[in-house]
């Protein structure tokens, strides 16, 4: 598994920044469970022989074997760091696996199931075998001076409430109900006949296949956004490319925040239905090209209808800290 923050590169060119000074190689998943190939890793493991093994992913709606992949980066020496920014959040509530017991570097984002502002943590072990390690010196560098300018202190602040907020017996039963309400809508959409990656999820979100459709996810997405559902399309395993993903990627986090049930994220999943029915509808009449089927949504009578229902619907759970008395 590879991202643009982790070194992506295709065969003729290096896509990101760290992919122009780090030589990585992904790993991948199962082709036909979804799930993360350990066994295959290891293999390669023995042949690229790496210095750093990075575990953690965008899109991934299973668990991390961190004791697994502690064992294969202990083979030859290598650092293990796991980048958790999707899940910090349901780390920090205990209601996803821990990968600090096994890992030398932890990175995350802030703002994403942590509920925090934009910013990001970096944690390293200082003692490892009884002995302490120079990830300090190195960790403290890389961040500054070499890739970052002086600290935001409003920033800071946020982050420190959003730690605080998250020891808290509150942030505990969101983070178990971010879960079922990703199970709930999960539940809803097999129901409906549609192919899930890993066949379910263990965290906050969920990967569909669209494939056996017929559909991309980029063709769903535009139909979802002009409906006020907001998802995003996302490559599923066996695409042949990014650039024409096969699935879309749902997530629970937010619409937990403003207090969605398993009920609710039910209702979720049929909205989603019906928004995949109107795109297959529309590309049935237009043909599967993207220029010849995005004209055909503005103004699109069931797009418009699908729209005043969700809105009305939503309009039942305010944002946080947001009074829609008279909306």
């Known amino acids: 598994m590879q991202s643009l923050t982790h070194g992506y590169q295709t065969a003729k060119k290096k896509i990101s920044a760290s992919a122009i000074y780090f030589e990585s190689m992904a790993y991948q998943v ?7 190939d350990y066994d295959t890793l290891e293999k390669n493991y023995k042949l690229f022989r790496p210095q750093l093994i990075i575990c953690g992913a965008s899109a991934y709606p299973r668990e991390w074997d961190y004791a697994r992949l502690r064992k294969i980066a202990d083979i030859n020496g290598s650092y293990l760091l796991a980048d958790i920014a999707h899940i910090s959040g349901l780390v920090a509530a205990n209601e996803a696996a821990n990968p600090f017991e096994f890992c030398d570097v932890v990175t995350t984002t802030t703002h994403k199931t942590l509920r925090g502002p934009r910013a990001g943590l970096v944690f390293f072990r200082k003692i490892k075998d009884g002995k302490e390690t120079d990830l300090k010196e190195r ?12 600290p935001h202190n409003n920033t800071i602040a946020a982050v ?27 539940q809803t959409l097999k129901e409906k006949g549609y192919k899930l990656v890993t066949d379910g999820t263990d965290n906050h979100l969920l990967l569909v296949d669209l494939r056996p459709l017929g559909l991309t996810g980029s063709k769903v997405e535009k139909v979802c956004e002009l409906a006020s559902i907001s998802l995003n399309k996302n490559a599923v395993h ?20 403003r207090n969605f049930k ?47 229902d969700v809105e009305a619907f939503s309009r039942k759970f305010p944002m946080p800290g947001f009074d829609t008395t008279g909306l």
Request: aromatic share 8%; hydrophobic share 35%.
């Open 160 to 186: 420190a409430t959003a730690l605080k907020q998250a020891s808290t017996p509150q942030f505990k039963e969101y983070c178990i109900q971010v879960k079922k309400n990703s199970c709930a809508v999960a």
């Open 30 to 36: 199962d082709d036909k469970t979804g799930y993360v």
């Open 238 to 257: 066996g695409d042949a490319s990014a650039l024409s993903p096969g699935g879309i990627r749902i997530g629970t986090a937010a619409l937990t925040s």
């Open 139 to 150: 960790v403290n560098f890389a961040v500054f001076p070499t890739n970052q300018g002086g």
């Open 262 to 308: 398993e009920a609710d994220f039910r209702a979720v999943g049929e909205y989603i239905h019906r928004a995949i029915d109107i795109t297959l509808k529309i590309q049935n009449k237009t043909g599967k090209a993207l220029k010849d089927f995005e004209p055909a949504l503005p103004g699109h009578p069931d797009i418009l209808k699908l729209r005043e």
